[in-house]
């Protein structure tokens, strides 16, 4: 029997090391276009030519095309070994080109390359107008899919052929969202997603009929709602609705105008059922695609079918073998289910592709952290510091003093982040102000704690008038009357909370609210409460908010947060009982 994360790392890795595995002929990458335009901005432009390409030939579905992260990993400008290139993604063909844009010429050139053999397949330069951009990213498509024999249907051959704007400025505002858009991890870099949805927006304005756009913004607008990390929240959820019904009116049948409407489905109105239905649909039109079942994957994942979303992931990296953030939520789906070992090979592949990449680290210690290695996880975390941009890794780092309960050096450092920090979001700044009045509570500063979390109370009270179903913002709110020692009103708040985004709702996040309420709890001496809370989250898969990956008793016995518990014998069984394994998958398929 295999394990969900056994299983992960086993079939994608297996199949390099035995040395029988072939790529199949109709395989193909997309490597990044070098940008050979005097203006070093023309990059955007230069890597938007090339993921229209790919995206063209992932319509095709008689070729298996590599995601885009996978091939961004290979950049343009640096000496590329293609054979290597073609092992790794397990493809047999690549694509490689260059874009030089000069006011409004437009010169690209393309070629496919046999990368286990160097021979070059076809091979074509285009000198034209900047308006013919669309009709020469559509040749290339056509002309690949010709010289590696793939057949194309009648609906291929008409997405090939779509123009989507007439506008060339409009068309480059686009491309740079999307260009930020790729950067972002999507989920996980909230900053490039907002730069994104401004040059989406840009694009509408400029192009109100430019559907295309008008699906993008949708999306981000989307995700940013979702993510509940922006003080208009509301408000980003009716952009994105507005956005979806501009791009619904204009290109109803369009694979980007579904895909916007299923992340709709999902993001914005948690209708996991319909989201499903919608990407099924868009499967079938984007067979070469990773986006559908990772999409797919996260969905299921916030159902509870953990099996089903394994399957998806499985099949959207099989697709993308060197996409970062297909691995990330891979691991993290590892670490869920509590599978660390094969977690943390996962984040070992990500950081052999970005090395030494702080989220990625901190996701690491955070699994040495449940394990109860706190100094392993320490040798991960040594580079943090108060000017650390990723507030996920300072957060982790974080946890780590708090669990050596080193206060005074945690105290310190998030004084200094407060002071000198510019931070992304007003969520993170609270956030970070509320980890420290729980600190200083910790070392005994109870006055210090009181007057932290009373400013922290503030702001927090204004938010969740505004926004009164913000279930983060509630939680924090009820961590903050904690500190205070408000008795009645943090548990108040937090048992609303779990109402706000239960389990059934919400298999990934919801549990982790019943966490907050066990915290609570425990600071106000219901010990029996929390106890049986605990209990019931041991033996529950899901993403912790007051850890990197989900409770276990390792974290039970190192976090003084826990210590009121500890005489109880019920608590203690906790702390030494081995939890046994949650598999999600029975056998290999």
């Keep these: 029997m295999l394990s969900v994360g056994l299983f992960f790392v086993g079939r994608y890795t297996a199949r390099r090391e035995t040395g029988t595995f072939r790529s199949p002929t109709k395989s193909i990458a997309v490597l990044p276009f070098e940008n050979l335009s005097r203006d070093p901005d023309n990059a955007d432009f230069a890597d938007g030519v090339q993921d229209e390409i790919l995206t063209d030939l992932s319509r095709i579905a008689d070729l298996k095309v590599i995601g885009r992260a996978s091939a961004m990993q290979y950049k343009s400008g640096v000496a590329r070994d293609l054979r290597k290139i073609s092992h790794e993604l397990g493809v047999a063909n690549v694509v490689e080109g260059s874009v030089q844009r000069s006011g409004n010429r437009l010169r690209v050139n393309a070629q496919l390359v046999d990368a286990r053999t160097h021979r070059q397949l076809w091979g074509q330069t285009y000198d034209r107008d900047l308006a013919d951009v669309f009709a020469i990213q559509s040749e290339i498509a056509k002309r690949i899919a010709e010289s590696l024999q793939a057949r194309l249907t009648g609906r291929e051959e008409q997405a090939l052929a779509a123009k989507p704007t007439n506008h060339p400025e409009a068309y480059d505002a686009y491309l740079r969202g999307l260009a930020f858009e790729a950067r972002s991890h999507y989920l996980y870099v909230r900053d490039l997603v907002w730069k994104a949805a401004g040059f989406y927006e840009r694009a509408v304005q400029l192009d109100p009929n430019f559907g295309i756009a008008w699906a993008r913004l949708s999306r981000a607008d989307a995700v940013l709602y979702f993510n509940r990390v922006d003080t208009a929240t509301a408000a980003r959820g009716d952009a994105a609705k507005g956005a979806l019904e501009h791009a619904q009116k204009l290109e109803p049948n369009l694979t980007e105008t579904l895909l916007a409407v299923g992340y709709y489905q999902y993001w914005v109105l948690r209708d996991y059922g319909l989201a499903k239905t919608t990407f099924g649909r868009v499967n079938n039109m984007l067979p070469g695609s990773s986006e559908v079942p990772r999409a797919l994957g996260l969905i299921t994942r916030r159902e509870g079918n953990w099996d089903e979303s394994v399957a998806y992931f499985e099949q959207a990296i099989a697709l993308d073998p060197r996409n970062a953030e297909l691995l990330i939520v891979a691991a993290s789906t590892s ?23 702080p989220d990625a680290m901190a996701a690491k210690a955070s699994i040495y952290q449940a394990q109860g290695n706190l100094q392993q996880a320490a040798k991960f975390l040594s580079e943090i510091n108060a000017q650390t941009p990723s507030e996920s890794a300072f957060i982790v780092k974080m946890t780590q003093l708090k669990l050596e309960r080193n206060y005074g050096e945690a105290i310190r450092t998030l004084h200094a982040r407060q002071a000198q920090f510019h931070f992304a979001s007003q969520y993170d700044k609270v956030r970070d102000q509320l980890a420290l009045a729980f600190m200083q509570r910790l070392a005994g500063d109870t006055v210090g704690a009181g007057l932290t979390a009373e400013q922290v109370r503030n702001t927090l009270e204004q ?62 001496g219901e010990n ?23 409770i276990t008793p390792a974290l039970l016995r190192l976090d003084p947060i826990w210590d009121p518990l500890r005489s109880d014998p019920a608590f203690q069984k906790l702390c030494k009982d081995k939890q046994p394994e949650i598999r999600a998958i029975s056998s290999p398929r």
């Design 335 to 357: 670490a869920m289910l509590r599978q660390f070992p094969a977690a943390l090979k996962l984040y070992d592949r990500v950081l052999d592709i970005t090395p030494n990449d």
């Design 528 to 550: 029996s409460r929390a106890i049986t809370t605990l209990t019931q989250l041991l033996q529950t898969p899901y993403n912790s908010w007051v850890y990197g990956s989900t």
């Design 463 to 524: 938010l969740c008038r505004v926004q009164p179903d913000n279930f983060y913002l509630a939680a924090m709110l009820s961590q903050a009357y904690a500190a205070m020692g408000r008795k009645d009103s943090a548990l108040k708040v937090a048992e609303r909370t779990i109402t706000l985004l239960p389990r059934t709702k919400d298999a990934v996040s919801g549990p982790t609210y019943e966490e907050n309420l066990a915290l609570i709890q425990t600071i106000f």
